[in-house]
Every structure is written in C-alpha cells, then in structure tokens.
C-alpha cells in the first residue's frame, strides 16, 4: 500500500508541469499592464504610455510591441499573482534598474492624468517586492509628476 502510494507522488511530481518561464520584457510589460488594470479602466491614453515604453526602453518595433502587449494581458489574466514577473525582473536587473522600473509604473498611472488610489496600491506594491526603497519609491514617482509637467 505505501509502495503504491509512493509511486503515485512520484509519477504526480514528475509528470507537474514546470512554470512557464518568462521573458523580461514580457514580464516588463505584464507590470505595466497590471498598473493599467488596477483601477478597473483600460484607458487608451495608458496603453499608449505603454506601447511608447516598450518602443523607446526595450527598443522594439510596433508589431513586435503588439504582439508583446497581447501576452502580457493574457498573462495577467492568468496570473494568480504578481510573482512570476517580479521573479523575472529581480532576477536581470540592478536596484537603480529596478528604480527605475518604478518610475515607468509611476509614468503608465499618470498617463491618463488621474493617479487612482488602487493605481498607487499596486506601485507600492510592487516596489515593495522589487525591494526598492520607500525613498526611491517617491523620488519615482516625483520624477514621473516632474517629467509629466515638464
């Protein structure tokens, strides 16, 4: 009887899938979407924040940021919580990356010129897992209201 039984976990451990592995900017752009969501709207004006994002910062071209976009949204919707992409991001970059990571979710929460209380609840979140700071968490945000007006 426990001879079977051990046969039983054994095979159930080795048949479990393994969690899909993703890649940053994938995982990137789950975050912003995730930010995007948060206040129950997905305003144009945000998704074009992220598309812009995607362009400039991961240097990427319109169909590619397309395609990229329509992942991360399936993956957030998904996604049982914001591990595997925070996982993926601690994993390649430094804390002034990370920082500035921060600063790109500050800039998507802004984008449609209301910051949202739930907006700002999954940054603080977020930057909490990320470890950044509390300080560099606000002088994110202060450089994304500063670039904002500026």
Same mark, same amino acid.
């Given at each position: +009887? ?14 479990? $899938?393994? $969690? ?6 994938? %995982?990137?752009? !789950? /975050? +912003? &979407?995730? &930010? +995007? ?10 998704? =074009?924040?992220?598309? =812009?994002? /995607?362009?400039?910062?991961? @240097?990427?071209?319109?169909? #590619?940021?397309?395609?990229? /976009?329509?992942?991360?949204?399936? #993956?957030?919707? @998904? %996604?049982? *919580? ?13 804390? &002034? ?10 800039? &998507? !929460?802004? %984008? *449609? ?19 950044? %700071? ?8 202060? !450089?994304?209201?500063? !670039?904002? #007006?500026?």
């Amino acid at each position: +009887m426990l001879n079977h039984l051990k046969k039983l976990l054994q095979n159930a451990t080795a048949s479990a $899938p393994k $969690p899909l592995e993703l890649e940053f900017n994938t %995982a990137l752009a !789950a /975050l +912003m &979407v995730e &930010v +995007m969501r948060s206040d129950g709207k997905t305003l144009e004006s945000e998704l =074009n924040k992220i598309r =812009n994002i /995607l362009i400039s910062r991961c @240097q990427l071209e319109g169909e #590619q940021v397309e395609t990229l /976009l329509e992942q991360a949204q399936q #993956q957030v919707d @998904q %996604a049982i *919580d914001l591990y595997a992409f925070v996982k993926q991001i601690n994993r390649q970059t430094s804390d &002034v990356e990370r920082i500035e990571i921060i600063e790109l979710l500050w800039h &998507v !929460a802004f %984008a *449609d010129g209301h910051l949202d209380s739930h907006e700002d609840h999954i940054i603080r979140k977020i930057s909490g897992l990320l470890y950044v %700071a509390h300080v560099d968490f606000i002088g994110a945000k202060i !450089a994304a209201q500063d !670039a904002l #007006q500026g």
